[in-house]
């Protein structure tokens, strides 16, 4: 370490945080060194008034400052270069805890998160089988009674079975039929397009619109108004698309089950 660097950290290697406190402080006194020459060189321009050791003092005060700041721009540069080396190194030691610690959780934490996903899995292995069996009872059934229907068409047979999808699961579109509203409007007889159209002057009289065409008469139109589809939704059965693989090298996977 240059004995610069030395007189400043000791024997303590330069951390990112120090050296940027310490290349700080000097760029401080390098930034107040313009201000000191300035200071000298307008004393200067009064040669006439100065004494020799006036004269003397602000020449040395130039040569001085001038001196202090190509020794500070040295200095700045070593610790930036002491900074750089640190930060290089600080990320390496950094980066070698990150992999250290990955390792731990894997060494210490992986064997007992595998064993609690392969106890899990289990169960909803045996849940995904009740499902999918309460279906293929369904599915049978319905199959059955369908097939009696056919058999014996004027027999007595039981409602199809409403599967879970459609019980739990779904939610069906809503339709809104038309609807037809009657209203009273005025309107005035058109001969010529033999047709009643509505009344486009009014008049209002007590606070109500009269037609200025003595002709028109208040009559009931219906207006229609269309109705829609609200589309329903659907959920997917929990087993559907369910993949459980196992956990560990060469296991059978939990779902779906190798036959």
């Known amino acids: 370490m240059p004995s610069f660097l030395r007189a400043i950290f000791g024997s303590k ?3 990112v945080a120090t050296a940027a406190s310490a290349i700080a402080d000097l760029e401080a006194q390098l930034q107040a060194l313009p201000g000191r020459i300035a200071e000298a060189q307008a004393k200067l321009t009064n040669l006439a008034d100065l004494s020799d050791e006036e004269h003397a003092a602000a020449e040395a005060e130039i040569a001085t400052a ?21 930060a290089k190194a600080e990320a390496a030691a950094a980066l070698r805890d990150r992999a250290a610690a990955a390792q731990k959780r894997v060494d210490r934490d992986h064997l007992p998160l595998i064993e609690r996903y392969e106890a899990k899995a289990r169960e909803i292995v045996e849940i995904a089988e009740e499902l999918r069996a309460i279906e293929v009872e369904v599915e049978r059934a319905n199959r059955a009674i369908a097939q009696a229907r056919r058999v014996e068409p004027e027999g007595t047979h039981p409602d199809p079975v409403v599967n879970s999808t459609s019980r739990f699961r ?3 579109d809503v339709i809104e039929p038309d609807k037809t509203i009657v209203e009273e409007k005025w309107l005035e007889y058109n001969v010529d397009g033999n047709s009643w159209d509505a009344v486009g002057v009014y008049t209002v009289r007590g606070g109500k619109k009269v037609p200025n065409n003595a002709s028109a008469q208040l009559r ?6 269309k109705g829609e ?5 659907q959920t997917p059965c929990p087993i559907q698309g369910l993949r459980l693989p196992g956990a560990r090298l060469d296991a059978p996977s939990f779902w779906p089950k190798q036959e």
Do not use: D, F
């Open 229 to 233: 589809t609200r589309k329903g939704r």
């Open 66 to 86: 001038g001196r202090e700041g190509a020794r500070l721009t040295a200095q700045i540069e070593q610790l930036r270069a002491a900074h750089a080396a640190a």
């Open 170 to 172: 779904l939610v069906p």
């Open 220 to 225: 009931k139109v219906e207006r229609v108004i």
């Open 13 to 15: 290697k330069p951390t």
